[in-house]
């Protein structure tokens, strides 16, 4: 089998449950999983596939020739079958050079006649529906005979991050009574989704006073000055973790060690759901359909405005006012429930 996965960090997340249970349903198969080279350290560490393929980088004509040495790779390989999770053209197109037999995916963007099995995509009135992912992957799942496989998100970590973590943390002396918080300040999709630096160190501040909190800020590549920014404006003492950055396995061990998760609607959010770790969210111009799960352990703050949610990278009016009306109120008060539910 040849399993075709999702390209941003959280909706690999959220395939997870689909993962889980096509592993199930296909139990004596050789799984090959086909990811983005950056998801690698998502993925290494479970036992859901056999294999893992990269896609190739780059672009212009020398891609072109990567992309057509990967589809001989894998049609050496003879699949009897591929699922697409992405909606990708490329996708289907890989899945047919690939010469696999049977290929299940969603109907849409002009690849259904690289599919021999199509799926329908859900609408209403011609428009795509939102509706949380877990389930549209589930669709996938059920197409196949699995068991529905439902919405309990699930990662793992391996033994060489959990030391780097272990030893990274020693190096910072934080306490191990203390409650960790991670701030997740950063979201790859776009400005749009990301709540005002000042706040999240106002935040953080009024967590460390209150409940002693040990705060430590978390960035991927290009985030730095985000987090930096955090941590010049706090008054208490708080850690930015860039030195060198954290590999996502390191990411994963780290957050598994949380009292709390503090982040924007980003990836980071369903890697706390996955370990179990409870996770305020704070949500600005997407719409919350499509990542809900029944996590009890999360708290979504947002503000109702009359132009979102408008699914848009950047605020078209340039006043980020689904972003700007969410308080330092709302969110500490979110995170302050959640700690004090919490035995830490």
């Not at 672009?59 to 390989?77: E, F, H, I, T, Y």
């Not at 299940?104 to 995509?121: K, P, Q, S």
């Not at 979201?187 to 909190?213: C, M, N, Q, T």
């Not at 980003?266 to 706390?272: T, V």
């Given at each position: 089998?040849?399993?075709?996965l999702?390209?941003w960090?959280g909706?690999f997340?959220?395939a997870?449950?689909?993962?889980?249970?096509?592993?199930r349903?296909?139990?004596?198969?050789?799984?090959?999983?086909?990811?983005v080279?950056?998801?690698?350290?998502?993925?290494?560490s479970?036992?859901?596939?056999?294999?893992v393929?990269?896609?190739p980088?780059?672009s212009?004509k020398?891609s072109?020739?990567?992309l057509?040495?990967?589809?001989?790779?894998?049609?050496?390989r003879?699949?009897?079958?591929?699922?697409?999770l992405p909606?990708?053209f490329r996708?289907?197109?890989m899945?047919r050079?690939?010469g696999a037999?049977?290929?299940?995916g969603?109907?849409?963007?002009?690849r259904?006649?690289l599919?021999t099995?199509?799926?329908?995509?859900?609408?209403?009135?011609g428009?795509?529906?939102?509706h949380?992912?877990?389930e549209y992957?589930?669709?996938?799942?059920s197409a196949l005979g699995?068991?529905?496989?439902?919405?309990?998100l699930?990662l793992?970590t391996d033994d060489?991050?959990e030391?780097?973590v272990?030893?990274?943390?020693k190096s910072?002396r934080?306490d191990?009574?203390?409650?960790l918080?991670?701030?997740?300040?950063?979201?790859?999709?776009?400005?749009?989704?990301?709540?005002l630096?000042d706040?999240f160190a106002?935040?953080?501040d009024?967590?460390?006073a209150?409940?002693?909190a040990?705060?430590?800020v978390?960035?991927?590549?290009g985030?730095?000055?985000?987090?930096?920014?955090?941590v010049d404006?706090?008054?208490?003492r708080a850690?930015?973790?860039?030195d060198?950055?954290?590999?996502?396995?390191?990411?994963?061990?780290?957050?598994?060690?949380?009292?709390?998760?503090v982040?924007?609607?980003a990836g980071p959010?369903h890697?706390?759901?996955?370990?179990?770790?409870?996770?305020?969210t704070?949500?600005g111009?997407?719409?919350?359909?499509?990542t809900d799960?029944?996590?009890?352990?999360?708290?979504?703050?947002?503000v109702?405005?009359?132009?979102g949610?408008?699914?848009?990278?950047?605020?078209?009016?340039?006043?980020h006012k689904?972003?700007?009306?969410v308080?330092?109120?709302?969110?500490?008060?979110?995170?302050?429930e959640?700690?004090?539910?919490?035995?830490?």
């Amino acid at each position: 089998m040849l399993v075709i996965l999702p390209t941003w960090v959280g909706d690999f997340v959220m395939a997870t449950p689909t993962l889980r249970a096509i592993r199930r349903r296909f139990s004596a198969a050789k799984i090959t999983f086909l990811s983005v080279p950056n998801l690698r350290g998502l993925i290494e560490s479970g036992p859901w596939m056999d294999e893992v393929v990269t896609w190739p980088g780059g672009s212009g004509k020398s891609s072109v020739g990567r992309l057509l040495a990967l589809a001989g790779r894998l049609r050496s390989r003879q699949f009897d079958l591929a699922v697409l999770l992405p909606n990708s053209f490329r996708a289907a197109l890989m899945a047919r050079l690939a010469g696999a037999r049977r290929r299940v995916g969603y109907d849409r963007d002009g690849r259904g006649w690289l599919l021999t099995d199509r799926l329908a995509v859900p609408r209403m009135a011609g428009q795509i529906e939102p509706h949380p992912i877990c389930e549209y992957y589930g669709h996938i799942a059920s197409a196949l005979g699995c068991d529905r496989p439902g919405d309990t998100l699930e990662l793992f970590t391996d033994d060489g991050c959990e030391g780097s973590v272990s030893r990274r943390l020693k190096s910072l002396r934080i306490d191990d009574d203390q409650p960790l918080v991670i701030l997740s300040p950063g979201a790859s999709y776009g400005a749009s989704k990301l709540w005002l630096p000042d706040r999240f160190a106002e935040v953080a501040d009024r967590l460390i006073a209150a409940r002693g909190a040990a705060v430590l800020v978390t960035c991927g590549p290009g985030e730095q000055a985000i987090a930096h920014g955090i941590v010049d404006s706090m008054r208490e003492r708080a850690h930015v973790l860039d030195d060198p950055l954290l590999s996502l396995g390191e990411f994963k061990a780290l957050i598994r060690r949380g009292a709390l998760l503090v982040c924007n609607d980003a990836g980071p959010r369903h890697i706390a759901k996955a370990f179990g770790i409870p996770v305020v969210t704070i949500f600005g111009p997407t719409h919350q359909e499509w990542t809900d799960t029944d996590y009890a352990l999360e708290r979504k703050v947002a503000v109702a405005v009359d132009c979102g949610p408008c699914q848009k990278k950047i605020c078209p009016f340039d006043h980020h006012k689904c972003m700007t009306g969410v308080s330092v109120d709302m969110v500490y008060d979110r995170c302050d429930e959640l700690l004090a539910s919490r035995v830490v």
